[in-house]
């Protein structure tokens, strides 16, 4: 029988952006990312759910150690990204625009290049109470 399972890790951060497309005009970044698209900054309250996968160690009875897993997430996103402008105080955004689907995707490759590869990971990320994206899908 497998014994592979999964272990969530919650994790919160505050952030300032900027939603705007160098491909777009005034106009259509106005009418396409509407309040996100001000040209001075907004902030939201990030709500970051990190999903590691895999068997668990019959010597140790885990399948990842937790205080790792929260390290790393910790150095990784949270210290790079909490109270930051993404815009503007990152390099990982300073040409990307920061929307909740760019944002997983970077936090998803920052924590999938530092986790072996027997492990499955998926990021969840909220940037409201109600709007929230899943990468990968
Ligand atoms: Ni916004």
Redesign the pocket.
Known sequence: MSKRISIYRKEHFNAA???NSDLLSAEENARV?G??NYPNY?G?NYELIIKVTGEVNPVTGYMIDMKVLSDMVKAEVIEKFDHKNLNLDTNEFKNLNPTAENIAMVIYDKLRSKLESTYDLKVILY?TERNYVEYPA
């Open positions: 952006h900027r939603l990312f309040k996100c907004h939201h940037e």
